[in-house]
């Protein structure tokens, strides 16, 4: 284990000399960054640490997938390899963890431990290859594969709704919605063939147009239920949800365009660290569409006409 | 029709296609032959658009990627798709609707499996389905054979026939000579990057020495088996 962990420390330096940076430089930046957006979130932004729970919840997903828990598995004695994945992902949780004790929220740090291991756990019962029933077929891939990878994670999510509801907790509903969103946004993280582009008769704007529609139909459908929830519950804050619903859907716009600006690659450090920015910051979406958009066109024209 | 002019391509100083100069015809099949890495892959993503290429590519309907299915060696598949998903992606993307899938499934897959853990023939017929539904005007198969059951091949020679009786141009690319004597009216030998040899249905034992003289010439005597 202690050999993997060595080797994903040159992986991620390798990274940031790539990317042009030093990487002790990047790593002090990043922990400053992390630090100073952290301060600033929970100073200037109402239900901060729902938020700031949702953002670690979300990069711990972004830890694992199949392939690299079948080479983890097939490579490492026992349970090694799948200890390897649960200890990455408390890696990740760690600065969020040592910052939300830092303001005194136990119980959403107890909770988000809770929520990454039993999501982590559940996983293995679901790993199979017989195929998962989606609604999602008419249109497949983004929402088709990536519901069969997550709805694992939908579950528990639901679930929280259901206790936003029972212990009349208004900010949890909310934190329950913007973590499906956060979920729909990481079904857009696999990168396809550049087949699968090439064979859309579409121009590029039609493309982009036509995966942006699907992705908030399909969104949408998934918070629905959590949706009416708090429409019904709380309708005197009906706006108040319905602006964090339109933020969610502008950043899950947002990124996949920034995906396909990217494309045939995948989003590269800056850019992510870009969106991230606007998570405290979500109005600057306004101007980070359009030039991830203009990127996306760019990069697209190879493939469509 | 497909007209490539002076057709070239380079991976930096590399050359890996020379002025190729070719029309390919409504209601007919081309034969694309050669060693590993002649250009034929590179011959069939050019036309497909998927690489930079310098000369010109025309064809009667514009663009030709709309009207163009390309079958690749190794298909791309999703972990978790199926096999029925992935031909309703096709239809989406072509703006075709999909219908009575299970009636054209003629290769019996098991369509709602992931498609990702289907053996290579499988996922080769299931890629093939795939353009086929998709009803194209061209077609381009790059080694449809390979990986693929006995019959299985019957069956792909048959729909290239087919496709051929309904004024379909399609391109195939094979190491199996065979299936091109069955299929192709005409057949382009590409070596270096450069046509080599292009011969019609009646001289196509012109070629097939051609490859036996330069492909294998003297190779075998030099295993001296005993």
């Given amino acids: ?305 | 029709m497909i007209t490539l002019s002076n057709l070239s391509k380079s991976y930096d100083s590399n050359l890996v296609l020379k002025n190729i100069q070719l029309t390919f015809q409504s209601g007919k099949v081309y034969g694309i032959v050669g060693e590993n890495g002649a250009g034929k892959t590179t011959l069939f993503k050019c036309i497909a658009g998927l690489e930079n290429y310098a000369g010109t590519i025309e064809s009667d309907l514009i663009p030709l990627k709309n009207h163009l299915g390309l079958l690749l060696t190794e298909p791309f598949y999703f972990d978790r798709i199926t096999g029925r998903e992935y031909l309703q992606l096709m239809c989406n993307a072509r703006m075709v609707e999909l219908k009575q899938v299970d009636a054209k499934n003629i290769f019996d897959l098991p369509l709602d499996q992931y498609a990702s853990t289907y053996s290579t023939g499988m996922k080769k017929k299931l890629a093939l389905l795939g353009i086929l539904v998709q009803n194209n005007q061209y077609y381009i198969f790059d080694e449809p054979y390979n990986g693929v059951d006995i019959h299985s091949n019957m069956l792909i020679t048959e729909i290239i026939l087919k496709l051929k009786q309904l004024g379909k141009t399609v391109l195939v690319s094979s190491h199996i000579f065979s299936t091109l004597r069955d299929t192709c009216d005409e057949i382009i030998l590409l070596k270096n990057g450069e046509i080599a040899q292009q011969v019609d249905a009646d001289s196509f034992d012109l070629v097939e020495n051609e490859m036996k003289k330069t492909m294998i010439g003297n190779k075998i005597e030099q295993l001296e088996l005993k």
Avoid at chain 1, 61 to 70: A, G, H, P, V, Y
Avoid at chain 1, 135 to 152: D, N, Q, Y
Avoid at chain 1, 211 to 233: C, D, E, M, Q, W
Avoid at chain 1, 258 to 277: C, E, H, S, T, W
Wanted: aromatic share 20%.
């Fill in chain 1, 1 to 305: 284990m202690k050999y993997y962990f060595q080797l994903q420390t040159i992986f991620w330096s390798r990274r940031f000399r790539e990317a042009g940076f030093n990487p002790l430089f990047a790593a002090i930046f990043l922990v400053s960054i992390f630090v100073g957006a952290s301060f600033f979130l929970f100073k200037y932004v109402d239900r901060a640490p729902y938020i700031f729970s949702g953002i670690a919840f979300f990069l711990t997903t972004l830890t694992s997938n199949k392939s690299k828990s079948d080479f983890l598995s097939s490579t490492f004695k026992d349970t090694l390899g799948k200890q390897i994945e649960l200890a990455e992902k408390m890696l990740v949780l760690t600065p969020f963890v040592v910052f939300l004790l830092c303001k005194l929220e136990f119980i959403l740090t107890g909770s988000l431990i809770l929520i990454t291991c039993t999501s982590f756990l559940m996983r293995f019962g679901f790993s199979g290859d017989k195929s998962i029933p989606t609604p999602f077929s008419k249109h497949p891939f983004e929402f088709a594969v990536g519901f069969r990878r997550l709805f694992w994670l939908l579950l528990p999510i639901y679930g929280l709704t259901c206790i936003a509801m029972m212990y009349d907790n208004y900010n949890l509903g909310v934190f329950s919605l913007l973590a499906v969103i956060a979920v729909v946004i990481n079904f857009y993280n696999e990168v396809e063939d550049e087949l699968f582009v090439w064979n859309f008769s579409k121009s590029v704007n039609q493309f982009l147009g036509y995966k942006i529609r699907i992705g908030l139909i399909y969104a949408t459908s998934l918070v629905l239920p959590i949706l009416i929830a708090l429409l019904v519950f709380y309708l005197s804050n009906w706006w108040v949800t319905l602006a964090f619903l339109v933020v969610g859907l502008a950043f899950l716009s947002t990124y996949i365009v920034a995906k396909y600006a990217a494309f045939p690659q995948r989003i590269n450090f800056v850019d992510g660290l870009v969106i991230m920015i606007c998570i405290p910051l979500p109005v600057l979406l306004i101007f980070i569409f359009p030039y991830f958009y203009g990127r996306a066109k760019n990069a697209l024209t190879v493939f469509l006409q």
